[in-house]
């Protein structure tokens, strides 16, 4: 049975809320990579620098998920 109109615009504001959160998290990605680029290379051996270049990489595999997921969220909602 095809979706109906009132849980398609409900779906539809899923997917513009989990868009909202992808561009945060690509936006925070993206400055937190700048940020250890620009880290002293004194400091590039440091705990803490290794700790934040893990979690940039764990956060950009959770990016992907969710550009993997907005995409499924789509094809979903322009269906007819």
Do not use: W
């Not at 504001?13 to 989990?18: P, R, S, T, Y």
């Not at 945060?24 to 803490?48: C, F, K, M, V, Y």
């Amino acid at each position: 049975k095809d979706m109906n109109k009132s849980r398609r615009a409900q779906l539809r504001k899923v997917f513009d809320l989990l868009a909202n959160a992808r561009a945060l998290l690509e936006e925070l990605i993206q400055e937190e990579r700048e940020a250890l680029d620009n880290t002293p290379e004194s400091l590039q051996q440091g705990d803490r620098y290794e700790q934040a270049t893990e979690d940039c990489d764990q956060l950009d595999e959770h990016l992907t998920e969710l550009e993997t997921m907005e995409e499924n969220l789509e094809e979903i909602c322009n269906r007819k």
